[in-house]
């Protein structure tokens, strides 16, 4: 074929003479190790205070000139030791950081106990709305009426769906509320001149903050076991019920996942005995919107709005965990709580004094987490009732479609279904070398962040599974597959897969008993700390 | 020297009227890797049964309860900068507290090794 030269208004293109194939050419060996320290384009990160550098910082003030100290000698003489790095450098620093991070918007958080649900960006457009997001607690009352506003609406759906009289709204946090609410039944005692009751009662699947919140409170604990099927032992408490009781500390569902299908007895049995019914609220995510609290003979209990509510945490908090209360305990709620005036306007009652109750004190010292009350307002108003009790039972049907689809490989803790969450022992590993923590370890290295494990302590070996209703069934298929995976190769003997997990995260497995044992707590300079090894 | 054992897993081996206490290898075992042990102060005067030491693995917390009543006369100092001791050995040198018994009478109600042996074998 000879040679066409081409001429003058020719569409022909330029032939591209450079040929070279695009195909990765087949590498059986191990990746090289980089000159850089970088993998691909995960950079490498160095702690800020050995990458910073003075003379790099990124703000260039002159020296001040005509200041006379006053200090009198007592200047500081040596350097602060701040990082200097310029914008660009500290922006790098935070963000390659970020990208070693797992969270929710990055993909399943099945984290058992703690909800890792959606935040929905609608909340935290709402939160940044000028009127809510730049109010100053000190603020007259009668220029943050609109806050207010958010306020008593979210009182009234808390109230309306848990079934209650009052709300606290408060208290910072779960165990937070849990302080509220053991404050008012304790404050309740008092005023009836009850002060002999300080017993209370803790199932032994309990969430660690019962027990604790019951002593800060002036109580002591006296647990209560366990029946076989994962629920309070109904004989059990009923030996423990006496003239010195002053309540029950109950989760429903409980730790386990579980219905505690005797409740409306156990409150029965609780208030006939002259105690209160505590409720811890945390799988609250799983009833919202179908039972009410309220109506199973509960006297307190407190909502996190960071789980049930879809307001961020695990990092992201703040939490917070409005307290409602019953009929016997509402007089007790503590201050600040909104009222509305016959004017119809909408204000703060800050005082015990100014109380038509007997608030046993205050928690905080303003209104509480307002960000999250807004965030959790707009959730329930974007869901409408219908949509709250639809989230509830589609977190339920998640977990039990991944217990349905797990039971074969992995071994359930208590027969039949689940509530919110999915609970497995590891009598299945049994034989195999592999641990739960080296299961959850090399579920790292599939791309989810672990399960609970080792909790509730009932279980041996724990491993409680969380999807939420976030979860589409594609993303619960994936996880299925994952962890079916990971089920069959541990059975199968792959036992390195999982004891040296994991392989491919940024950090390798890490010395838990060292850093609890020797731990390190403060950064020193490289040089420092090899002396210090050398001592 | 007699040694007697508990349902929650903790061991008792009585010498004249002082018994030493601690948990046993099996508890050690199942609470994985020690990282902490709170001892009780020394002159505490336990009833059987009582909250006595709290012990702390990368698992979890948990309560060491005393096996029999007295009167705290001695704790295992070595195990606050060395809590590793108690998986080393939970049986002797990670003993917890010695107790001057004021009722050994308890002693008759709790496990010998073989009752102990096959409480575990059942569990």
Sequence with gaps: MSRRHAEEGDLVMAMNNVGRPTAAIANNGAAPTTFSGARGLLQPTSLIFETGSIDRTGVDLPPVKGVKTRLGGLARKSSTGNPGLSEPEAVRHYVRLSQRNYAIDLGMFPLGSCTMKHNARLNEKMARLPGFADVHPLQPVSTVQGALGVMDQLSHWLITLTGMKAVALSPKAGAHGELCGMLAIRAALD?????????????????????????????????????????????????????????????????????????????????????????????????????????????????????????????????????????????????????????GSLDLVEHEADSDGEPFGRMVAFHGQMGMYTRALTYMLSHGADGIKQASEDAVLNANYVQACLKEHMSPAFDGVCMHEALFDDSWLEGTGVTTLDFAKAMIDEGYHPMTMYFPLVVHGAMLIEPTESESKASLDAFIASMTGLAKAAKAGDTTRFTGAPYHAPVKRLDETRAARKPVLKWAPPVEASKIAAE | MTTKYTKDHEWVSVAGDIATCGITAYAADQLGDVVFVELPNIGRIVSQGDEVAVVESVKAASDVYAPVSGEVVDVNEALAEAPEGVNEAAESTGWFTKLKLTDPAELDALMDRAAYDSYLAGL
């Design chain 1, 191 to 343: 005023a009836q001149g009850q002060t002999h009751r300080r017993r209370v009662l803790v199932p032994e699947s309990a969430h660690g903050t019962n027990p604790a919140t019951a002593v800060q409170c002036g109580f002591i604990v006296d647990e209560i076991k366990a029946a076989p099927d994962g629920r309070v032992d109904l004989s059990d408490l009923k030996t423990k019920l006496g003239e010195d009781v002053a309540g029950i500390m109950l989760t429903n569902p409980n730790t386990c996942g579980l219905f505690e299908r005797d409740i409306r007895e156990i409150a029965d049995l609780i208030h006939a005995a002259g105690g209160y019914f505590y409720c811890d609220g945390a799988n609250f995510n799983a009833i919202a919107g179908r039972v009410r609290p309220g109506d199973l003979g509960v006297d307190a209990m407190h909502i996190n709005l960071h789980k049930t509510f879809s307001t961020p945490h695990g990092g992201g908090g703040p939490g917070s965990g409005p307290t409602v209360l019953s009929d016997a305990l509402a007089p007790f709620a503590p201050v600040p709580y909104v009222v509305t005036r016959a004017d």
